[in-house]
């Protein structure tokens, strides 16, 4: 009975939550004992990861040019920032968060977050980042 709740889960059932269907079938087992039954039975819950696409690189848009060239040791601070974007999972959905560190430092140096992911993102995060640090402007070509 047991093995056939799991293989009905797809083999995501882990202890609690066999038990739970358990008692939809009547039949009243501890999380203990059912946790030491799939053992027994070699039932292991696997999880597969949801694969999420963040990232268009099929556009037409300009693409910036590449004046860090891969020199990830600046002299001083505010010399040179980099960015990145990833997600939380909330109860209330997914979370962007968009970080800015200064890699001197290699602290974040600003933040920002977002319930979608607008195209501002990461400027709203740069933008706070220059305001918390204050950067000398070095370039005049940057649009900051």
């Not at 799991?6 to 202890?15: H, L, P, R």
């Not at 039975?41 to 963040?54: C, E, G, Y």
């Not at 706070?128 to 649009?143: K, S, V, Y």
Request: charged letters at 25%.
């Amino acid at each position: 009975m047991e093995r056939a709740a799991f293989t009905a889960s797809g083999q995501s059932y882990g202890s609690h939550r066999m038990v739970t269907a358990l008692k939809e079938k009547r039949i009243t087992l501890g999380r203990y004992k059912v946790r030491q039954l799939m053992q027994k039975s070699n039932l292991k819950p696997v999880w597969k990861r949801k694969f999420i696409h963040t990232t268009d690189s099929k556009h037409d848009l300009p693409i910036a040019e590449n004046i860090l060239a891969r020199q990830f040791n600046p002299v001083a601070r505010n010399v040179a920032y980099v960015s990145d974007i990833t997600y939380i999972r909330t109860g209330a959905g997914r979370l962007y968060l968009a970080t800015v560190f200064d890699l001197f430092s290699r602290k974040v140096v600003g933040l920002a977050m977002a319930p979608t992911l607008p195209a501002d993102l990461i400027c709203d995060a740069l933008n706070r980042a220059i305001r918390h640090r204050n950067p000398a402007r070095t370039r005049t070509d940057c649009a900051f």
